[in-house]
């Protein structure tokens, strides 16, 4: 091959990368991590994506140049040479993608199981997923329980996933991991958050009609302020365990109550409950929860709200509930 002609291939390639590098720095393909889980995560995307551009430099190059120079010329109507391939060049473009895919697999296998690892002796919460809320139990003696995740920053937190109905999905993007609940088995899930900040949960299973409400806060926070927050929601759980009920069974996120501070509209509100027939409200409200499809509110579709209150909460708790929205009704005080 002339020196012209090496020339202008390493031309054509370096073009090529520089264009593939602009697109795969520039465009924001994930979110900022926040979790040395999503960090290797985009380690293992990176690794991947630099083999990636290199390879596609070369065949870009190997085919512009080929275009431009074996370009049949005007007036020549004879047939091409017979070709009966190169084993040399055969051997090497089989030999090269084995080593790259090989070295990809053993940088996926060792992230993988790193990200699986919580080391000895992690925080455990135990998330359970329903249609259409998530609760998460923390550990400890106060039994704290609520609807948003709170996590301190730089502990690995073995998250154990359980569904009560259908199979859900437990995703945050900033944390990079993702696994299913699914009911009647345990999943796990390892995260160990390296940035404090605000983040959302969101729900990537389709599981009904309020999918696209089942989203929840996650916090992450200093190890000060997260003790902060099991001595508060540990006195909060004595102060009203009829709110507690509310919040850990996710009432608000389909339905709005203006004491709970909740403004879901998925189902009807329960500000200004109106019993029909002139039943009395606390049977009414009772009724409601353990047999949704009973009566319906104007505007509203039946089979929409789980029917499992009657088994997940207890006798106590359903009746703090009752009592909660009772004593919330608009007017009652
Ligand atoms: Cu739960 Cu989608």
Partial sequence: MRRGSIVRITI???????????????VPWLPTSASEEMDRIEFTFWFTTVICIAVF????????????????QPEDESDGPPIHGHTGLEIV???????????????????????????????????TAQQFAWKFEY???????????????????????????????????EFGQKSDAVPGIQTTLVITPNRTGQFALMCTELCGLGHATMRAHVRVVTRSDYDKFLANASAGAS????ETVFTTAGCGACHAFTPAGTDA?????????EPPGGKPLEEF??????????????????????????????KEELDALVQYLVDGQKGSK
């Fill in 12 to 26: 054509y390639g370096v073009l090529a990368g520089i264009l593939a590098s602009v697109v795969a720095v520039l």
């Fill in 57 to 72: 430099s070369v065949v870009a190059a190997a085919i512009v140049y080929s275009v431009l120079k074996f370009r049949v």
């Fill in 93 to 127: 473009w089989t030999a090269i993608p084995a080593v790259l895919v090989t070295a990809i697999s053993i940088v996926s296998a060792v992230v993988l199981a790193k990200n699986d690892d919580a080391g000895p002796n992690p925080l455990q919460i135990a998330v």
């Fill in 139 to 173: 550990p400890g003696e106060s039994k704290v329980a609520s609807g948003q995740l709170v996590l301190p920053v730089d502990e690995p937190v073995r998250l154990t996933l359980n569904s009560v109905d259908v199979i859900h999905s437990f995703w945050v993007p």
């Fill in 239 to 242: 102060k009203n365990p009829g």
């Fill in 265 to 273: 509209q998925v189902g009807p509100s329960l500000d200004a409950i």
């Fill in 285 to 314: 409200i009772r009724e409601s929860i353990v047999n949704p499809d009973a009566v319906i509110a104007a505007g509203f579709k039946p089979g929409v709200m789980p029917k499992t209150f009657n088994q997940t909460l207890s």
